[in-house]
């Protein structure tokens, strides 16, 4: 597609449950990039991927995210155990290519809202 | 770490006057680039304007344009004929060229830019 979709829109857990975002990159685009946007505004990079491949993952907090990219799937966030804190927007974004390559302009999906009650 | 700083955060322009949004950052890198994001209510990432460092002329795009001063580590975007549209919250973003953060985005707080009639 031409644009990043992702899905849920809104989402609303229980502390302790578990919440899975999806997003598909916008076609052609090899890079997808996952950043946590809470409530003052701070935005939190999470994990990249080149296509399937884990590309920096320095940002996850591992005990309770993880995240996949497959092949013809979109690509997943999950939270097991969500906390109060996780309460945030998910933003996702693809690049065509890596800064130095040209095309790296990174494009944003709409957001999935995470409320965590 | 890249640090992306946003002294103000708030502005205010009346309509069709002209408004500058300040950003500075920190980095020891000479290969990186430079984004505003404008973020309606809507929370959609939209960007608005992107900048090389290996570039020295200014990137503008129709009523935007950057002052760029690489050797002051400033990045400002400058508004002109102010519309009631441009009404968002602004984000200043860092991008590495190379390295281990390749591909992350680092952002500032963000400007909360009001427009009035």
């Known amino acids: 597609g031409e644009e990043v979709a992702q899905t849920p829109k809104h989402l609303v857990r229980g502390e302790g449950q578990k919440a899975k975002l999806y997003c598909a990159p916008i076609?052609?685009?090899?890079?997808v990039f996952w950043y946590q946007q809470v409530l003052k505004n701070e935005f939190k990079f999470l994990i990249s991927f080149q296509n399937e491949n884990v590309f920096d993952e320095t940002g996850m907090p591992k005990e309770r995210f993880s995240a996949k990219c497959l092949p013809n799937s979109p690509c997943s966030l999950e939270i097991q155990a969500t906390k109060l804190e996780d309460s945030a927007v998910y933003f996702c974004?693809?690049?065509?290519?890596?800064?130095?390559?040209?095309?790296?302009?990174?494009?944003f999906g709409p957001g999935t809202r995470l409320l965590v009650l | 770490a890249q640090t992306v700083t946003q002294s103000q955060p708030e502005m205010s322009v009346q309509e069709a006057e002209t408004v500058t949004l300040s950003c500075t950052y920190d980095?020891?890198?000479?290969?990186?680039?430079l984004f505003w994001y404008k973020q309606p209510p809507s929370r959609q990432m939209i960007l608005v304007i992107r900048?090389?460092?290996?570039?020295?002329q200014n990137a503008t795009e129709n009523r935007f344009s950057v002052n760029f001063q690489k050797a002051a580590k400033s990045f400002s975007l400058k508004i002109s004929d102010s519309q009631l549209g441009d009404a968002a919250m602004y984000f200043c973003a860092y991008r590495s060229g190379r390295g281990s953060t390749l591909g992350r985005l680092y952002f500032g707080r963000g400007t909360q830019l009001t427009v009035w009639p």
């Open positions: 974004a693809s690049s065509q290519s890596l800064p130095g390559q040209g095309q790296e302009t990174q494009y």
């Open positions: 980095t020891s890198e000479s290969d990186y680039y």
């Open positions: 900048q090389e460092a290996y570039k020295q």
């Open positions: 076609k052609g685009h090899s890079y």
